[in-house]
């Protein structure tokens, strides 16, 4: 082809709603030099059969704020770029039916408030006034949302990829991407049956195909793409005359209508019913050797399985009597992609230098425009304006094998509207990653939680405690967990506790130049040898990107030890920070740590180490435990006096034992998250994100503004601090009820939303509820009092001094 490009900023692999839209952001951004390349016709995958719902409803609150973007753009796209399209805002109805659900409703109105949707509570007789088909017997109330609705998702594609090629960007159709070829400057070179295109940066947005793509980075540092494909099924009927005359009579739509406990959706297609079901009884697809994925199922369907959902569209029929008298025109069975938790991947490839995803979208009409936004700005700036972790492709590391992907997607697709408690777990796929004790602990009553794949205990059972799932169907703190939590935190507080912590996120830096290459990274200074440190990375606004302990062995020896489910997302930060001649050694599946903590910890390893246990604060040693070789920190995240022992996996057991043996009694992370909390100490990405900056974050003191180095977001920091933060940080003792505050609980002050929390629990040490969060800078004061929104009820809240809640002083820990 004479006009075929042979060079571009960007290439995208992929012609749906995703891929045209980062198309159109980055045009919109200024880089029209980009192309898009797709091997059917646009559309031709998820996106051609997709329902077109555009919800804002979430739960989390980036998605929320993407979700919310999608519906923006979409109401002004169509006369933006000058092309017809069929949008309907009619607005939502979510149906509850039990006192949980609504509070999950009053939970997400409130977020929906503070992003400007006006959500509104409702009443079962509020509800039916709006939906006058409705049967509401058994409800106890709804959720509505005016900004809902649906979009047809072909319109959205064409006019998207017409904004695009107005800009000047180009989508080649009918041209297949064959494979792609990194250059030594981590340029890329991508191959298609037309030619060759090189390119500065490269983005996987093939959809269900996703996978197969991703095989292609895999000799660049890329691994496989961790995805299934679920069988989703709708079901429109035929015109219903009611339908029409109502919609005559009030000259709109009816609303779409949730039934989020059966699991279904109803929405007004022309005169009839688009019955759309998320069963429990699901069927994956390409999932097993006998049925493998074709090169090409472009614009096609399956057969239809009307059996998997006949009791759920039974009982829509129950609830929207009038959906009975119509029959079914036509069924929709098609593949949908799902990663493990039902959320896309939006971001960088995990080790891949200059290649992104976008892709693995389960709801891309409703992301689509969102996920444009901030694919672009991952790409042009480096960075996204909210965080955006939730979708982040790096939050999955080495355990999301087949087997994981697909049980995890189908639990997902089958509990697609189901409630996300605080102290539930979902069980499908566990195990995938075991601490060298996890039999141990196991056998001590743990409850296990799972954080990056690894196991550990959330708290610990006695005989006779009910650990059943159903148990953990609460959002109050009340529960079988409570007392043993309470008796776990005593233990720290007077005795000694023991936690087995699997998983932390181990670096060993190292090199000539990795000192002066990590002055240049952190926001603050390096410890000295044989010391340690927190230390910070922002972005260039000055953001918090995150955080980690600094180990100095040596004068370019350190070891950076982070959170678990930072791996990959650390791993990338410090392997593009490091020069020529400075390696970067990921050591974490080598170890395991316990975290010894409590004022007898330290007369407990003295009758098992050999170790100095006079040394300060924030020091480190090799020594023995128990006679095995190991390394112990003198830090603690429950803020009492306290050591963490680290040590390689086959010497662990030994270890565990003999503390154990010594009195100490185990604790859970549940138990570490009340702790923490009471000593005010951030948690990654709740507390500690990039919609915060360091300043507004409280953590001037990491910050040497007045150091030579240039360390990313250093300008930023300083033009912040001259003219001061909008937001700052801010403990507060709540006068909750059942519940204490979730992350983004909204505060209240003189009828305003002013902040808003990041995370919360009971603190049994000082017997009441805490939250950390951000409020308007001026109410950042000790004695402010303002309200926590907490599952709808308004909870009196007074901010704290700039101190721990336990042991402001830190005598306890210095001890």
Not at 408 to 426: C, D, L, Q, S, T
Not at 601 to 627: C, F, P, Y
Not at 661 to 677: D, H, Q, T, Y
Request: contains cysteine; negative net charge.
């Amino acid at each position: 082809m004479s006009d075929f490009p042979n060079k571009a900023r960007v290439v995208i692999i992929g012609g749906g709603v995703v891929g045209v839209s980062s198309l159109y952001h980055l045009a919109k951004k200024g880089w029209t030099d980009c192309v898009l390349l797709e091997k059917n016709e646009l559309t031709a995958g998820s996106t051609w059969h997709a329902a077109g719902n555009v919800p804002t409803f979430s739960t989390s609150w980036s998605i929320m704020n993407m979700q919310r973007y999608s519906t923006e753009l979409y109401a002004r796209l169509g006369e933006e770029v000058d092309y017809p399209m069929n949008y309907h805002q009619t607005g939502s109805i979510r149906l509850a039916h039990t006192r949980e659900r609504m509070q999950e409703f009053e939970r997400a109105c409130a977020m929906g408030r503070y992003q400007g949707i006006k959500m509104e509570m409702l009443t079962p007789d509020e509800a039916k006034a709006r939906y006058p088909f409705l049967e509401t017997h058994d409800m106890a109330g709804a959720l509505y949302d005016p900004t809902d609705g649906d979009i047809d998702p072909a319109q959205l594609t064409q006019a998207l990829a017409k904004g695009a090629r107005d800009m000047g960007a180009r989508i080649i159709r009918f041209c297949p991407a064959t494979g792609v070829t990194q250059q030594p400057d981590g340029s890329w070179i991508v191959h298609t049956d037309k030619g060759d295109i090189a390119c500065d940066y490269v983005v996987n947005a093939a959809g269900y195909y996703a996978q197969r793509v991703g095989e292609w980075f895999k000799p660049y540092g890329g691994r496989t793409v961790p995805m299934m494909v679920m069988s989703h099924q709708y079901l429109l009927t035929e015109q219903i005359p009611e339908l029409e005359a109502w919609s005559k009579e009030n000259g709109r739509k009816l609303p779409l209508l949730r039934d989020v406990d059966v699991s279904y959706y109803l929405r007004q297609e022309k005169n009839g019913i688009n019955i759309g079901p998320y069963e429990p009884n699901c069927r994956a697809h390409w999932d097993v050797d006998s049925d493998p994925m074709p090169d090409d199922f472009s614009f096609q369907l399956w057969s239809d399985d009307l059996d998997r959902i006949e009791d759920i569209v039974a009982d829509a029929m129950e609830r929207v009597p009038v959906t009975a008298t119509a029959g079914v025109s036509r069924i929709i069975n098609g593949p949908i992609p799902y990663a493990p938790d039902g959320l896309p991947l939006i971001g960088p490839m995990p080790g891949v230098k200059n290649a992104f995803e976008a892709c693995v979208f389960t709801f891309g009409i409703a992301q689509g425009g969102g996920a444009g936004k901030v694919l672009a700005e991952w790409i042009v700036d480096g960075q996204t304006e909210w965080d955006m972790w939730s979708c982040d492709p790096r939050r999955y590391t080495d355990y999301t094998d087949h087997d994981y992907c697909v049980k995890k997607g189908m639990e997902v697709y089958g509990n697609e509207y189901a409630m996300h408690f605080p102290w539930h777990r979902w069980p499908a796929a566990p195990d995938k990653k075991l601490s060298p004790v996890h039999d141990r602990v196991k056998a001590q009553g743990g409850v296990m939680g799972v954080y990056n794949g690894w196991e550990r205990a959330n708290w610990f059972a006695q005989p006779g405690d009910d650990t059943s799932e159903e148990s953990t169907h609460t959002w109050g703190r009340s529960g079988p967990w409570e007392q043993r939590i309470k008796e776990e935190c005593e233990a720290v507080r007077d005795h000694c506790g023991v936690l087995d912590l699997p998983g932390f996120s181990r670096f060993l830096v190292k090199g000539a130049g990795a000192a002066e290459a990590l002055r240049g990274l952190i926001t603050g200074g390096l410890p000295k040898v044989g010391r340690m440190n927190l230390v910070y990375i922002s972005e260039s606004r000055g953001r918090i990107l995150t955080e980690m302990s600094c180990i100095r062995l040596g004068e370019d020896e350190f070891v950076m030890i982070t959170a678990a489910t930072a791996q990959w997302h650390d791993r990338d930060i410090l392997l593009g920070a490091m020069p020529a001649g400075v390696t970067v050694e990921d050591v974490t599946t080598t170890r395991d740590t316990l975290i010894v903590t409590g004022p007898k910890s330290r007369e407990i390893l003295a009758g098992l180490s050999d170790a100095d246990l006079s040394q300060g604060w924030l020091t480190h040693q090799a020594a023995t435990v128990a006679g095995q070789p190991a390394f112990l920190i003198r830090v603690s995240f429950a803020g009492e006096l306290g050591w963490e022992v680290h040590a390689l996996n086959e010497h662990m057991p030994a270890i565990y034992d003999a503390i154990l043996a010594a009195g100490a009694k185990p604790f859970g992370m549940w138990a570490l998250n009340s702790l923490r909390l009471e000593k005010g100490y951030r948690a990654w990405k709740g507390d500690l994100s990039t919609d915060y900056s360091m300043l507004e974050g409280g953590l001037e003191r990491f910050v040497k503004l007045d150091k030579p180095q240039d360390f990313p977001g250093k300008a930023a920091i300083l033009a912040e601090k001259q003219r001061g933060v909008k937001k700052s940080f801010v403990t507060l003792l709540v006068e909750a009820g059942d519940c204490d505050a979730p992350y983004m609980s909204c505060l209240w002050h003189d009828g305003q939303i002013v902040g808003e929390t990041t995370s919360g629990a009971w603190g049994y040490r000082i017997n009441a509820s805490v939250a950390l969060g951000m409020v308007r800078a001026d109410l950042a004061v000790p004695g402010t009092e303002l309200e926590v929104e907490i599952y709808g009820q308004k909870c009196r809240a007074v901010v704290q001094p700039d101190a721990p809640l336990w042991d402001p002083e830190n005598e306890r820990l210095r001890a």
